[in-house]
Antibody, heavy 122, light 107 residues
Framework: EVQLLESGGGLVQPGGSLRLSCAASGFTFNSDAMSWVRQAPGKGLECVSVISGSGGSTYYSDPVKGRFTISRDNSKNTLYLQMNSLRAEDTAVYYC???????????????WGQGTLVTVSS | DIQMTQSPSSVSASVGDRVTITCRASQGISSWLAWYQQKPGKAPKLLIYGASSLQSGVPSRFSGSGSGTDFTLTISSLQPEDFATYYCQQANSFPWTFGQGTKVEIK
């Protein structure tokens, strides 16, 4: 059974940093691209970052480019999101998602974690 | 960026009704489209990928169709557990983008 378990969310002041983790199990972790998708309170879904199975290729959405860094440790089956220079508009539930269905860089999210809430406020 | 526009934004329906949700892409995306279901406080769940392929374990009352710019999600006979918000997502090019969501409510 595929399981994705996020951790690391919390309350942080504007300009602060936070590191999210996602522990994966139940599948061959290094075979699949992984992603962080966020959802602001009462809003829709936004894919903020994607990383290839090897970790050698990454993508960032424009709102987070230069501030967030996605990485993975395939020896630990863990995905990370380092978030720096946080802003109020980064407040959201952050989901770890497995981008398993599809081909190459055209992929859909077949499994999701339960989400971790990040609140940026003074 | 490819914009995904869903309609309607919300729909009121009764158990047993047939419900259709549409999603339009701002440019052609072939069949690189998925549909997700999200219930309050829960993570989204993949229902349909590749525009029309049913994800394993998803009931057959869900179906998807379309290609290019116009897509449809159909629930053939609405069940109580189907009241939720539905999102489309394009995977044709970065950034992978979602529609704004369609809330299916009890009539």
């Amino acid at each position: 059974e595929v399981q994705l378990l996020e951790s690391g969310g919390g309350l942080v002041q504007p300009g602060g940093s936070l590191r999210l983790s996602c522990a994966a199990s139940g599948f061959t972790f290094n075979s699949d691209a992984m992603s962080w998708v966020r959802q602001a309170p009462g809003k829709g879904l936004e894919c903020v970052s994607v990383i290839s199975g090897s970790g050698g290729s990454t993508y960032y959405s424009d709102p987070v480019k230069g501030r967030f860094t996605i990485s993975r440790d395939n020896s630990k089956n863990t995905l990370y999101l380092q978030m720096n220079s946080l802003r109020a508009e980064d407040t959201a539930v952050y989901y770890c998602a497995k981008a398993g269905e599809g081909s190459g860089w055209k992929r859909f999210f077949d499994y999701w974690g339960q989400g971790t809430l990040v609140t940026v406020s003074s | 960026d490819i914009q995904m526009t869903q309609s309607p934004s919300s729909v009121s329906a009764s158990v047993g009704d047939r419900v259709t949700i549409t999603c339009r892409a701002s440019q052609g995306i072939s069949s690189w489209l998925a549909w997700y279901q999200q219930k309050p406080g829960k993570a989204p769940k993949l229902l349909i990928y590749g525009a029309s392929s049913l994800q394993s374990g998803v009931p057959s009352r869900f179906s998807g169709s379309g290609s290019g710019t116009d897509f449809t999600l159909t629930i053939s006979s609405l069940q109580p557990e189907d009241f939720a918000t539905y999102y489309c997502q394009q995977a044709n090019s970065f950034p992978w983008t979602f529609g704004q969501g369609t809330k299916v409510e009890i009539k």
